[in-house]
DNA sequence: TTGAAAGCGCTAACAT
DNA sequence: ATGTTAGCGCTTTCAA
């Protein structure tokens, strides 16, 4: 590779016969050029193949171009559609995103919080996780937005998340309708408010319905097991007790899936037996077999909702009061694994 | 949110009574300093809760402690294991990560080079992808690491990958060993040079093996439809077709799966009258059923592998030529979909 | 319309 | 062991 050197401003203007101003004038387009100039300079431009150097930009406007984005495990279909759809947005608008993978680690998470706000990021955007963002490392007043994350109130913190209460609710309703009576619930035990708003609406939906709760059925796995092995074994042992039921909602499709293995290990038929309904709607869901009910968020709203806030948010744009939080609806995919026995 | 201003070294100077080259000595542990101003300064620093500007000190030392990671599609299992992987390593290094997901659009790609010369990284990796390589618009001289991805020649470009030729020999010659005799591939078509090389060890395995080449069992898909919808289709067409078969040889997982699901809807058992084989052992290959037998490539080796390499090439350690090029073995996952009738 | 010059925060060569 | 100073590449104020 031969060393091209990138050329930088100043030598642009000893090119070009003109002083340095002119020339960032140029580049920004920032008026108070004649066309003539404007023309040489670029001609210059265009030959040496200028680029700016976004680290001498950025410490003389303590502006970078670049926001951090906080996700708990990128290896997550569902965090990485987000993730996707966001730096999908802030490419466009000629932004980097700084992905920063915390494996839940709080410590990690304060560390990238400290490396983010030295490395002068114009914004933070948060994916899930605990209430308390570390604001307190940020030595500057830059906005965060959080999404499925409810946290401490904080002047610059914002958040978008889908409506999960709604989530539990309708797909325990779901279930209802297609005729289950004694409905088992599979989440995490974690004081996650998502998990735990979705319990919530499960909690409701019953007793709107004027169906008893039963404690048994109530299955809050361990963070460490609350994945599709953990629910396939936690499902197996339920089918061991003996307790009887005819429906599942798990809180997540993996954890469904594990559900459904577990029954079809037993030769306990989905739908006729029991049936099932998992959230998120990633692609396990339609995928497997039977097919896998399912409540979907609105993954690209979400992103969009959250970047479009955050950028306003960098730029200063005023942002009304209401529009601190927004909450999305969810929608129940009526797949097979609920279908209702022919009459 | 308080607004805590960050502090600059000029005023811990200040603060401290002493000059701005002996905080930045005590910050970088470069020696020629007292005990006694290194606790009057350190002593400031947390006080103030002090952080470096790295804009800063990026612009001054043509170095930015951040590598610019390349890949097609985060959301996609295997590469999103990967990209994990790597940025656990830099993490630990003190580096940051640019994520640039290119959805295979070059266009993306470029501009994401573009994007991090202009960011002063200090190496770049790319995951995947097609051979040519953007160097052009590079203007810096740094080093560049590919995964899965054989580079046309440059100087400064290295790579590492999996043994793909030996991945689709071992596949093909577990379907052989557990009795098949006229096995089909469902690939991607493309000169994504990865499938090409999987596609020629099958071919080598059905020759050593001595078995007939059927050009109609090899299903090449679109870039488009090579996923688990494609391959179902095709495996669908092929069973209507009613051209004998009993093996696939599916170039990744989804496909595989896509296959197995064909199988099933036709009421063909797996691995009773055909016999499955995937790649990657992503996590739908042991939790589908039965489950996948697969070619598993060890992630985080080239994870590894990759970035040692990446960080030696940015802090110029010497590199043996031996080392520009790295090849890592596979090996082969036995599982239900692959298991030999009893006798 | 253009230029001169200051300064963002930092490191390092050189001086003491 | 410590200080002085130049300069990395850029934007912006002020002056012309």
Same mark, same amino acid.
């Given at each position: ?37 404007? $023309? ?7 030959? #040496? ?5 976004? =680290? ?10 670049? @926001? ?5 495990? *990128? !290896? ?6 987000? /993730? ?10 000629? #932004? ?24 002068? /990021? !114009? ?29 401490? &109130? +904080? ?15 309708? %797909? ?11 409905? =088992? ?42 994945? #599709? ?20 909602? %798990?809180?997540? &499709?993996?954890?469904? #899936?594990? /559900? ?11 739908? +006729?037996?029991?049936? @099932? ?11 497997? +077999? ?12 979400? %992103?969009? $909702? %959250? ?8 730029? !200063? ?15 129940? *995919? ?6 209702? &026995?022919?009459?």
């Amino acid at each position: 590779m031969d060393k091209k050197r990138s050329i930088s401003i100043k030598e642009i203007a000893k090119l070009a016969n003109v002083s340095v101003a002119t020339v960032s004038r140029v580049i920004n387009n920032n008026g108070r050029f004649s066309e003539e100039t404007r $023309k040489k300079v670029q001609d210059i431009i265009d030959k #040496y193949g200028y680029t700016t150097n976004m =680290a001498a930009k950025s410490l003389r406007m303590s502006k970078s171009k670049t @926001v951090g984005l906080i996700v708990p495990n *990128i !290896d997550n279909e569902w965090f990485s559609h987000l /993730v996707l759809e966001i730096e999908k947005y802030f490419f466009e608008k000629n #932004y980097s995103v700084f992905i920063c993978n915390t494996s839940q680690d709080e410590q990690k998470e304060i560390a990238y919080f400290k490396s983010l706000d030295s490395k002068l /990021v !114009d914004g933070i955007m948060c994916i899930s996780g605990i209430e308390e963002i570390p604001t307190d490392v940020i030595t500057r007043n830059i906005p965060i937005v959080c999404i499925d994350r409810k946290p401490k &109130d +904080h002047n610059n913190v914002y958040y978008v998340e889908s409506n999960h209460y709604s989530g539990g609710y309708l %797909a325990t309703e779901e279930l209802i309708k297609k005729g289950c009576k004694k409905i =088992a619930i599979v989440s995490r035990n974690k004081t996650l408010s998502v998990n735990k708003q979705r319990l919530e609406g499960y909690r409701q939906a019953l007793k709107d319905y004027g169906l008893t709760e039963y404690k048994e059925l109530q299955i809050l796995l361990d963070p460490s097991s609350a994945n #599709y092995e953990g629910s396939r074994e936690a499902m197996n042992q339920l089918i061991k007790s003996k307790i009887p039921f005819d429906g599942v909602f %798990a809180t997540n &499709d993996w954890r469904a #899936y594990g /559900v459904m293995v577990a029954l079809s290990e037993n030769h306990i038929n989905v739908p +006729h037996d029991v049936k @099932v309904i998992g959230f998120d709607d990633i692609s396990i869901s339609h995928s497997c +077999h039977p097919s896998l009910s399912t409540i979907r968020q609105d993954t690209v709203g979400l %992103a969009q $909702k %959250a970047s479009s806030l955050l950028l306003n948010l960098m730029n !200063d744009k005023e942002i009304q009061m209401e529009e601190r939080r927004f909450i999305l609806p969810v929608e129940v *995919i009526q797949r097979d694994s609920t279908q209702k &026995d022919p009459e």
